[in-house]
């Protein structure tokens, strides 16, 4: 997985996280799309409920829609919020 920096928006568009740690990796979809998966540790996960849908904005100026697949604990009070996505970044 590639570590980024990027930035997280609810579905109204306003900042919900900046400045996160991203981990990203691309894979393949049927008929040849492109999609990935990753993960990010916000400070605090309120919200972000698997099946929630944001928009991931890398510091590299690409971007794409997410959805949360699940929300598991890091460590002590430290959530990952894993997702996914089935288009490519643009």
């Known amino acids: 997985m590639n570590r980024i920096h990027g930035t ?3 579905p109204q568009g306003q900042t919900r996280f900046d ?3 991203v981990s990203i990796a691309s ?3 049927p008929a040849g799309r ?3 998966v990753g993960y990010f540790d ?5 919200g972000l409920i698997t099946g929630g849908r944001f928009r ?3 510091d590299d100026g690409r971007s ?3 959805l949360i697949q699940g929300v598991r604990a890091k460590g002590h009070h430290v959530p ?3 997702f996914s996505a089935e288009s490519p970044l643009r």
């Open 27 to 29: 894979h393949d979809l």
């Open 8 to 10: 997280i928006l609810d």
């Open 42 to 46: 916000p400070p605090d996960a309120s």
């Open 34 to 36: 492109g999609g990935w």
């Open 64 to 66: 794409g829609d997410i």
């Open 56 to 58: 991931l904005i890398l």
């Open 19 to 21: 400045h996160l740690d």
């Open 80 to 82: 990952r919020v894993l």
